[in-house]
């Protein structure tokens, strides 16, 4: 065991249980996640502090998107990123987007790792949503990082997926301070996932200069995800441990979030974000 980053103190968790959708209905099981997840942290022997957090409100999403595209989703008037009219998916959309917001400032603030039990962010266009993705968390917080005086922000999305979202949203609103890179751009498969790895090093050293790096540990690249995936558990887990190394080398903060992951029996998509949770800690038990 080894490992620099953060203080001792415990990961501090952005968590209300309002970002969680009872009875969740869609193929993706993100929603309802927050809370299972929860659970499984605090069932570990990980040091954890859960923190409260406001929602975004209506005005806070429309400096990402369409004014009427967030007025449609939230009045329920237009379909969601699953895809249905729920009000209780909607508002759990405020506390969403509100706990990166909240985990990616104080990231910044405070100079240390931070995790938001999100997912659902990076496929949310300007005016569009989709692939279980409604509002974009992320430009959102890079945005008010900038509104509070950040330079330079990384987004380092290991999402299985390409990050279409963030693309069209960085371009449509000229985020020049913002660095992005998402695995979902490589085509990776099993016999090349080693490779990856071993060029991750590099990505992740060019983020060097970001004063907060806001990192979509997702759970879907995993070889028995059904939605697509070609790495193993061991190899997941290097995965954040090469990321919150070097992080941690270069001083950079990290905001983690959940993204995607929908491997049935959901103990090994849990299995997945516990490690990410030690490696975020600090906790690092690959050779
Ligand atoms: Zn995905």
């Known amino acids: 065991m080894s490992g ?14 309002k970002q969680t959708v009872k009875g969740n209905q869609s ?11 929860m659970e499984a942290l605090r069932a570990s022997d990980l040091p954890i502090e859960v923190l409260n ?34 009000p ?25 790792n931070t995790c938001s039990p999100t ?3 990076h496929h949310a266009h300007y005016d569009a949503c989709g692939g279980f993705c409604t509002f974009n968390g992320l430009v959102l917080a890079a945005m008010k990082l900038i509104e509070s005086g950040a330079n330079k922000i990384g987004i380092l ?13 960085l371009h449509k609103h000229q985020l020049a301070q913002v660095q992005h890179y998402t ?7 099993e016999s090349t996932s080693e490779a990856w790895l071993r060029r991750l090093p590099e990505i992740v050293y060019s983020f060097k200069g970001c ?56 103990a090994e998509v849990i299995k997945i974000h516990l490690n990410t949770a030690r490696a975020s800690l600090g906790i690092f038990e690959s050779e």
């Open 53 to 86: 957090f406001d929602p975004m409100t209506n005005a806070d999403l429309k400096m990402v998107h369409e004014a009427a595209f967030v007025d449609g989703i939230l009045s329920c008037r237009r379909a969601n990123g699953f895809g249905n009219r729920l």
């Open 211 to 266: 004063e907060v790096l806001l990192y979509q540990a997702g759970a879907d690249p995993y070889i028995r995800d059904p939605l697509g995936g070609a790495l193993t558990l061991d190899q997941l887990k290097r995965r954040d441990e090469i990321v919150f190394g070097i992080a941690g080398e270069l001083k950079i903060p990290v905001a983690w979030n959940l993204a995607g992951g929908y491997t049935e029996p959901f």
């Open 27 to 37: 193929f993706s099981p993100s929603a309802g996640k927050p809370a299972l997840l």
């Open 157 to 169: 999305d290991n999402d299985q997926h390409y990050g279409d979202g963030t693309v069209n949203l």
């Open 88 to 112: 209780s998916v909607a508002e759990s959309l405020l506390w969403t987007t509100g706990s990166f917001v909240a985990a990616s400032l104080a990231a910044w603030q405070f100079k240390e």
């Open 4 to 17: 620099s980053n953060g203080s001792n103190q415990g990961l501090k968790i952005y968590y209300n249980p």
């Open 119 to 121: 997912s659902g962010f």
């Open 183 to 189: 695995f979902g751009a490589n085509r990776v498969i």
